[in-house]
């Protein structure tokens, strides 16, 4: 059967130029980066190459980058390693768990939380982080884009407040690497997150961007790997294909492939609007990723929707994929006060380097009629449209 891949906000396939450039580090390259033999040089001077690369995609200097084990690592360390007890976090209702569950576990170690609402489209207003600053405050994190609706958030405007009151800005900055340019000296952060496996690398490995001379407690205890702000032997094919796929992206910038992903992007939306009723865009007028869309559909049940799909070789997905198969709605967007029917319904349509046209087609043409097809075997769907 014919796969097609639509749930590129989950994760990416690693591009073929990645695999090629992290291979060699499974097998003739395969010293320990620490190492002062030949063997050891030979990984350190490609971690430190993958260093650069990663640097230029982030517009700071290497110094700053910090290798992980991926987004979620990144966000914890940020969150953990930026904040004391008797601190005061802000954050927003939408973020990834990695980050909202840091914060929890921060409220149990004796620091205090406040969570910043959204509006319907998904937008923190940086008024409202202002007016949650306490005396106590130490950190603000927002995140730049939002994996479910692919929202982009006014970080530079938050960035700005956290300046004003001097407090640290971290944004987890998972879902808009690779997908818009990203400036960390212009947009004023202390710190950003990113994950390889959201562009083209392969899972488990990231890096967090730290300003230098920041103060910032290690999570883990150990050798003095990362400037002693990351303990354990790097990870250096990893760490190599993250630093190509970071080359990658910013080549695609320059060829703007972006702007061509998201005209796919629109013409898939714009299809699948035209040709369905009683369907949206959650997040509608707002800046978004080019890569993303999340439409709901009235009278359907996402998780059956991403099943009939699935079987007709569609991949798609219905919001966070660690949140699958959970029975509560998305928090993303019943925190944009969707309610609990549509909220079920939604669908999110991720697109990646390697969709091309064809595949939108395909889901042009399986998309329709699947709703369709649901909404005919729902006993709910059939008496609303005999009553109206
Ligand atoms: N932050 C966001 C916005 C994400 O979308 C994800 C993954 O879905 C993460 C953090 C966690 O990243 P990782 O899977 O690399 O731990």
């Keep these: 059967m014919l796969r097609i891949y639509l749930d590129n906000n989950a994760t990416t396939p690693v591009l073929p130029e990645v695999l090629e450039a992290m291979r060699p580090y499974f097998g003739e390259h395969f010293g320990n980066a620490s190492s002062i033999h030949h063997h050891?040089?030979?990984?350190?001077?490609?971690?430190?190459?993958?260093?650069?690369?990663?640097?230029?995609?982030?517009?700071?200097?290497?110094?700053?980058?910090?290798?992980?084990?991926?987004?979620?690592?990144?966000?914890?360390?940020?969150?953990?390693?930026?904040?004391?007890?008797?601190?005061?976090?802000?954050?927003?209702?939408?973020?990834?768990?990695?980050?909202?569950?840091?914060?929890?576990?921060?409220?149990?170690?004796?620091?205090?939380?406040?969570?910043?609402?959204?509006?319907?489209?998904?937008?923190?207003?940086?008024?409202?982080v202002r007016r949650a600053l306490r005396p106590n405050t130490k950190l603000i994190s927002v995140m730049m884009a939002n994996n479910e609706t692919g929202v982009l958030q006014p970080v530079e405007e938050i960035a700005k407040v956290a300046e004003e009151a001097d407090v640290y800005f971290h944004t987890d900055a998972v879902q808009?690497?690779?997908?818009?340019?990203?400036?960390?000296?212009?947009?004023?952060?202390?710190?950003?997150?990113?994950?390889g496996h959201k562009i083209h690398a392969p899972q488990g490995v990231g890096a967090l961007y730290v300003l230098a001379g920041t103060n910032l407690h290690p999570l883990f205890y150990g050798g003095q790997h990362e400037r002693s702000r990351r303990a354990g032997t790097e990870n250096v094919p990893g760490i190599v294909a993250l630093g190509k796929a970071a080359e990658v992206a910013m080549q695609a910038f320059e060829r703007g492939d972006d702007q061509k992903m998201s005209d796919l992007r629109d013409r898939l939306q714009r299809g699948i609007l035209a040709q369905v009723e009683e369907a949206g865009v959650n997040g509608e007028g707002a800046p978004r990723v080019p890569n993303t869309s999340n439409i709901y559909f009235d009278h359907i049940e996402g998780e059956s929707m991403v099943i009939a799909l699935d079987l007709k070789g569609l991949a798609v997905s219905t919001g966070a994929a660690c949140s699958s198969g959970a029975i509560e709605p998305s928090h993303v967007l019943t925190a944009m006060g969707l309610h609990g029917g549509r909220a079920h319904g939604s669908i999110r349509f991720s697109l990646g380097k390697q969709n091309g046209a064809e595949d939108v087609d395909i889901a042009l043409a399986l998309v329709p009629e699947t709703v369709a097809r649901l909404r005919e075997l729902s006993p709910v769907y059939r008496k609303t449209a005999v009553s109206s």
């Design 40 to 128: 050891g040089q030979e990984t350190r001077a490609a971690v430190e190459r993958a260093r650069v690369s990663v640097a230029s995609l982030l517009g700071c200097r290497a110094a700053e980058v910090i290798f992980t084990s991926g987004g979620t690592e990144g966000d914890n360390l940020a969150i953990a390693g930026l904040t004391n007890a008797g601190d005061h976090v802000i954050t927003s209702s939408i973020e990834h768990h990695a980050v909202l569950h840091a914060c929890k576990h921060l409220e149990e170690r004796g620091c205090e939380v406040t969570v910043v609402p959204v509006d319907g489209r998904s937008l923190v207003d940086p008024e409202d």
């Design 176 to 195: 808009a690497a690779g997908k818009v340019p990203i400036d960390v000296k212009r947009m004023g952060c202390d710190a950003l997150t990113i994950s």
